[in-house]
């Protein structure tokens, strides 16, 4: 069956009744990084990051023990991942929010734009679940979605009429609701680049909108103007004994990046910083430290099991090299607020790859269908009735081009490639380690040099390998393309580096492994041993630090009609 969903902007390509779809099955993720082989777990242990990958940006609530959290997704789609746990360990993949293509179009923006930044709250007044967020595309801006179970789907986007990023919802003690954002001061007030502003709305239930004329600014520049703090955001609003408890992010989401806290009597301020601000930072210690954890910040907090309290947020691990290929992942740590100031356990000191359970909860990560956690393998033949849904789409829905076939899973492919900013037909998996091995089988008889299907590891349009099955002259060729362009300048560097006549009679297996910043590309016909094709190359063009954006690397399945990457 062919899905029938398909994506603003791309349409699969019509070949002749005799082309052959590519086919891919067989596939295989390993995660190898060293530090799970050297901190294994002991009993009443799990490890952070709890979600590992591109999965930034986290906000959490909760209903009774059901707790639910949500990421930023960009430009990937479904939009707003979010999952499920009963305990703060063990976390269930429920898929995006925003999952309607009619109502959610990615389809022409970069892989760092689209959504950014959602807040989750349950309001137990109305017995409803709303998530908020900036979308940067299709015309949405700011947005709010509802539902009463986050099993069984949300609704259409709502706007919102307000500007700014990183909004969430407050409700409190007496029904009323509160909205908290990020946003630039007024215009003329602006003292300095990075200069900014977190404001609060009253919101209207009724109409699902702000309230005009009730926008205040609580927290101007930071936690002190004088010294200049950056990008404040990121803001989310609790109560506790009677107090009102602001937490923002502060520095930017790089090595500076910290969470602080203020406190006032009331929802609308004067908000007063902590005098023991950051209560969570990384970017007082060495560059060069064991098991490094940094850029931690971006938080939010929840009272979890047993009335202990947990904070979840973004950090990152960096490869030996110092570059960040896996993005900003989600981590969590108790939270001690025994006193005035809540504070996150050793979110002060270098951070250890392990932490203690809540009491009375088991380790299940990677079974029973919970979310995998530390080094895993996942094996993946295509031929489950649902595919998994850590396979997602870029700038529209993988149901535009895939189907499934006895063999596995067919691509149908768009006339776009991943250089250009489209949807593509590419089935994405996040790398989740920085060492790893991901692999698939291939069936597939290109007609001409424009059609390729192989694999790619992409950090983003502008910087991706692409190594894949074409066809020149009467040969089928295996190449290996490397594309860069420099951040704000040049033009795009595309070089085929590698190139091989194949013999594709019979399925090819396709692999990408890295161990750290060093990445091979492999093949293997006819079951015999993988063989390296293009030596070892850099990683960099994979990393945050030389790509840029706010993404990770992205591993895909992958097919186009529009192949330029051709031997000479």
Known sequence: ?????????????????????????????????????????????????????????????????????????????????????????????????????????????????????????????????????????????????????????????????????????????????????????????????????????????????????????????????????????????????????????????????????????????????????????????????????DWAGHADIIEGPNGEWYGVFLAVRPNEEQRVNTGRETFILPVDWSGEFPVFVNGLVPMEPKIDMPKGVENKTGKYGFFPNGNFTYNEDFSSEDLDKRWIGLRGPREAFIQKTKGGIQINPFEANVKEVKPTSTLFYRQMHNSFSYAATLDYTPESEKDLAGIVALQSENANYVFGVTKKGDDYVLVLQRNFKRRFRGEMDSKVIASTKIDISKPVRLQVSAKGDKYEFSYAVDDADFVNLGGTVSGDILSTDVAGGFTGCLLGLYATSANDALPE
């Open 1 to 293: 069956m062919l899905f029938a969903i398909v994506a603003s902007g791309a349409q699969p390509t019509k070949k002749s009744a005799s082309f052959k779809a590519p086919v891919f099955s067989n596939f295989v993720y390993q995660g190898d990084d060293d530090v799970y082989k050297n901190y294994p777990l002991e009993d009443g242990e799990f490890y952070s990051p709890i979600l590992q990958g591109c999965y930034p940006d986290p906000a959490i609530t909760r209903k009774g023990d059901d707790y639910y959290l949500v990421c930023s997704s960009f430009a990937m789609f479904p939009g707003v991942p979010i999952f499920h746990s009963k305990d703060l360990v063990n976390w269930t993949d429920l898929g995006g929010v925003l999952d309607n293509p009619e109502t959610f179009d990615t389809h022409d923006c970069g892989i760092s734009a689209g959504v950014y930044a959602p807040g989750i709250t349950y309001n137990p007044y109305n017995d409803t679940f709303y998530m908020i967020t900036t979308a940067f595309t299709g015309g949405l801006n700011n947005i709010v979605v509802k539902t009463k179970d986050p099993k069984k789907g949300w609704g259409d986007p709502i706007k919102v009429s307000f500007g700014g990023i990183d909004p969430s919802i407050f409700f409190d003690d007496d029904g009323k609701a509160y909205v908290v954002h990020n946003d630039a001061p007024e215009r003329g007030k602006e003292l300095y680049n990075g200069h900014r502003v977190i404001k609060i709305w009253e919101y209207d239930l009724e109409k699902d909108n702000v309230i005009p004329g009730t926008d205040k600014v609580i927290v101007d520049g930071g936690v002190d103007l004088s010294k200049k703090p950056i990008w404040i955001e990121a803001p989310h609003l609790y109560k506790k004994d009677g107090k009102y408890y602001l937490i923002c992010a502060e520095g930017g989401t790089g090595g500076w990046h910290s969470e602080v806290i203020f406190k006032s009597d009331s929802p609308t301020g004067p908000f007063i910083p902590a005098p023991s601000n950051p209560i969570l930072t990384q970017r007082h210690f060495p560059k060069e430290r064991e098991n490094k954890v």
